[in-house]
């Protein structure tokens, strides 16, 4: 990794809007170089919480160190180094896809042939090259999202900070974004990202941490997380409409831990397929069996009690 | 079987009662407020305030011998209600097919683009008739109103709100961009507004405009308003502006029809 | 990665970026830039070719005569200020603030609110003072401003336009829709009608007089009048003063309002 530098060092850090709290105290350090997220459900308190960062909402307590610096007083001198991919695009509607990157680099103070220079470097990075000339209205989501993308990254930030990245995109743009975000990491781009995306989160964190109604609950590598939080294996089981919990009684000593959901048993073991096998064994006979590694998502519903897509 | 379609289109129509009704609901209090004290205001500073200077010498023959305030009220009553209807034939057509894309929701019902038209367009007329009536009521209080031929200039000012709704919904259905209604309001209804005999006789006018302005439904609409607000009706002529007004109304309705079929068809 | 080369624009003229992007936007849009000069010039000419016919020369206090036409048209001229910088600061501002959200991005860089306000004002009173240069430019070739002190008429709009702007951008950081726009039209019109536009202040009864005198397009319209009939007096020091007071006030409150609404 690129060094111990602490980009971000938050320390009890709180935000509430009136009498709602929807950071409550959390600690996160982001060092220079690594990817790091915020994994959790939607109000969890993660876009409060980059916002924050992003020198844009001024902390109600706690402390917070962005670049060095407090995001109260020096906002404009640490924006002018952090790239801000927003959850919902703000692309300039009155303007061509272009004149969005050459627009927004002139925010910052760079000589107009340096922004010209830089926006169409990026607009080849984003596949964007083609359509410069276009309306933002004329372009998908997909696209839009890579323009948003690209507009972050002409200031070349230190650190990249993404607000659920792919949410809202088809399977393909999510890919090509995934692709584009990995070679910005190869680079040394600090990545900062938030998502409720399970797959994201291991495709692209070195670390994270899961936070839920505000408070951290948990943090490490994706890795590190499963192997802490959950079994090796598991075994999703499903019956009929109702039975599910009186089923649930009768397997219950199969694995180490049992999940009942709505619509289907999940079963944490070690060997899936032996509990799978106990199963029918027992008599039982499921509708459907699956087997498979244990997931992020399985860590979020054993630290919560829920699962994320609720 | 041409009566039962018929039938068919009243009845789709009748079924977009409840969103316009929700819709009024929530605007029509702050219309209502403007719609009343606009009037009240020109006629204020136009028929009374700049009146007393143009009335000096006593009622001017080129304003058919009638005080300022009489000339001007019919007029700024044509001109008012045109202004409603294109506020309400621009912005939102565009708005429920661009933005909101609540014309697309309509047509996703078993509603078609021809109902959605005509239940909008009942809308409109409604709009209409609440501005033509409480100008109206606002005459009455200036005393400028010649009963009972007066009374007409209600279902005057609807007629010459179609007149303009119709033909300005078929060009909203087009758009690509709003820019387009800067330019509507610059070049088309701001100098209608001031030219079509609402303010001073068409006649003081070069020829070449005056012959343009002939050409314009609103300046119809301010004739027959007139000539019905200081009761003096010629039937000939009236009826001549009647029908004038209605041609408008036919083929805006004939475009706007094709324009939101293509538009939502597409 | 390299250094950055990024230098924060901290200490500079950072509201200029801002005017720059609208000048891209209106590039594109310049048939709507060049439309805009009409609408005054249409009001003049209806009033030229047709209330003049009706009306009587008016007699100005110190003595001079001048035609309705001249009476009115530096009315037109401050009623256009005002409307042109209000439709920015309010429809215009809203709209990027509600809508395109363009703000958000904005405040994403180092730029910061009173950036922000102070662009978008920038940008208003340049073309607040185009368009009167053009309107002034149009009076003298009908004779309507024989005075040399109209060549000071695009200042007078950038004072008038400064004002409203100001108090425009203000009052829409507390809109919540677009029918709270209706208000702005309930106060917009009685100063447009009643301002001594159409005739003059004296016609007004005593306690309506003192109505009128404390509306800032008033005070617009007596500095424009002064201009372009040469009949220049304190009460315009006093207009200007009130109109840079009230500018100035609504620009104070614009500022700490965007602050607050986008760095929530």
């Avoid at chain 2, 010649?146 to 259905?173: K, Q, R, Y």
């Avoid at chain 3, 005569?65 to 001229?77: C, K, Q």
Wanted: charged share 20%.
């Amino acid at each position: 990794m690129g060094g111990d530098e602490a980009l971000v060092e938050a320390r009890g850090l709180r935000k509430s809007y009136g009498a709602v709290e929807a950071v409550r105290g959390i600690d996160v350090t982001v060092r220079r170089g690594e990817a790091f997220g915020f994994l959790g459900p939607n109000g969890a308190g993660k876009s409060s919480t980059m916002r924050m960062i992003a020198a844009v909402s001024p902390p109600s307590g706690g402390t917070l160190r962005v670049l060095g610096m407090d995001p109260t007083d020096d906002g404009p001198a640490i924006r002018s180094r952090l790239g801000v991919c927003p959850q919902e695009d703000t692309l300039d509607s009155e303007l061509t896809v272009r004149e969005n990157l050459l627009v927004y680099g002139r925010f910052f103070g760079l000589s107009r042939p340096e922004v010209a220079r830089r926006a169409d470097e990026l607009l080849a990075f984003v596949q964007l090259s083609d359509r410069a000339g276009a309306r933002v209205e004329q372009l998908s989501g997909g696209l839009k999202r890579r323009l948003t993308v690209a507009r972050s990254l002409i200031n070349e930030p230190e650190m990249l900070m993404l607000d659920e990245p792919t949410t809202g995109l088809d399977p393909q743009a999510r890919h090509l974004l995934w692709d584009r975000l990995f070679r910005l990491k190869q680079q040394g781009t600090t990545l900062l990202l938030t998502t409720h995306y399970m797959d994201e989160a291991e495709q692209l964190c070195d670390r994270l941490v899961v936070i839920d109604e505000g408070v951290i609950v948990a943090e490490g590598s994706p890795a590190q997380l499963i192997r802490d939080h959950s079994s090796r294996e598991v075994c999703e089981l499903r019956f009929g409409a109702d039975d599910h919990q009186g089923v649930a009684e009768r397997i219950q000593h199969l694995g180490e831990r049992l999940e009942v959901l709505p619509d289907r048993l999940l079963v944490y073991a070690a060997d899936g397929e032996a509990v799978a096998q106990a199963v029918h064994e027992g008599g039982l006979t499921p509708r459907s069996t699956l087997v498979r590694r244990s997931t992020l998502e399985d860590v979020f519903l054993h630290l919560t009690g829920r699962s994320l897509a609720e | 079987m041409a009566g039962r379609v018929e039938s068919a289109t009243a009845g789709l129509v009748w079924r977009q009662l409840d969103h316009w009704r929700v819709r009024w609901r929530r605007t029509w209090r702050g219309s209502a407020v403007t719609t009343f004290v606009l009037p009240v205001l020109y006629l204020l500073a136009m028929g009374v305030g700049l009146g007393a200077y143009v009335d000096e010498g006593g009622p001017q023959a080129s304003l058919g011998g009638v005080n300022y305030l009489d000339f001007i009220a019919p007029g700024l009553l044509a001109t008012s209600v045109m202004q409603t209807a294109v506020g309400a034939s621009t912005w939102p057509v565009l708005g429920a097919i661009k933005w909101d894309k609540t014309y697309f929701a309509m047509i996703a019902s078993p509603l078609r683009p021809r109902d959605v038209l005509l239940g909008n367009l009942a809308f409109v007329a409604a709009r209409l008739l609440m501005t033509a009536a409480v100008f109206w009521l606002v005459l009455l209080l200036f005393g400028v109103v010649a009963l009972p031929w007066a009374l007409l200039a209600i279902p005057a000012g609807v007629l010459i709100g179609m007149a303009h709704a119709t033909p300005l919904f078929a060009l909203s259905a087009r758009l690509e961009r709003e820019t387009g209604f800067m330019l509507i309001y610059r070049i088309g209804v701001v100098p209608m507004f001031l030219f079509s005999g609402a303010f001073f006789p068409v006649s003081q006018l070069p020829d070449p405009l005056q012959w343009l302005t002939q050409l314009l439904p609103l300046f119809h609409g301010v004739e027959l308003v007139r000539a019905l607000t200081l009761g003096r009706p010629d039937l000939l002529v009236d009826v001549g502006h009647v029908a004038y007004l209605l041609l408008w109304c036919v083929v805006g309705l004939a475009l706007a029809d094709r324009s939101l079929a293509r538009r939502l068809g597409g | 990665m390299a250094a950055p080369a990024v230098r924060p624009p901290l200490g500079r003229f950072a509201a200029q970026h801002l005017v720059e992007r609208n000048y891209l936007v209106y590039r594109r849009d310049w048939v709507v830039f060049v439309t805009g000069f009409l609408e005054p010039l249409l009001y003049l000419l209806s009033i030229g070719l047709g209330i003049q016919q009706l009306v009587d020369d008016f007699v100005l206090p110190d003595g001079t005569r001048i035609s309705y036409t001249e009476f009115v048209a530096p009315a037109m001229l401050a009623a256009s200020a005002m409307n042109g910088s209000l439709f920015d600061a309010t429809f215009g501002v809203f709209f990027k603030l509600k809508y395109e959200k363009v703000y958000d991005a904005v405040l994403a860089t180092p730029l910061r609110p009173v950036d922000v306000a102070v662009g978008e004002l920038v940008w208003s009173l340049l073309r607040a003072a185009i368009y009167a240069a053009a309107f002034v430019a149009f009076m003298a070739l009908l004779g309507l401003a024989e005075s040399w002190w109209a060549l000071l008429g695009p200042l007078a709009a950038v004072v008038i336009g400064y004002a409203f702007a100001g108090a425009g951008m203000a009052l829409t950081t507390w809109m919540r829709s677009w029918q709270d726009f209706d208000f702005i039209t309930l106060a917009v019109l009685p100063m447009f009608l009643f301002s001594a536009t159409f005739f003059p202040l004296d016609r007004y009864p005593d306690a309506a007089q003192w109505l009128v005198q404390l509306t800032p397009l008033y005070h617009g319209v007596v500095l424009c009048r002064g201009l372009t009939t040469g009949a220049i007096g304190l009460e315009m020091l006093v207009a200007v003063g009130y109109l840079a007071v009230m500018g100035t006030i609504g620009l104070a409150v614009a500022c700490r309002r965007l602050g607050a609404l986008l760095l929530r």
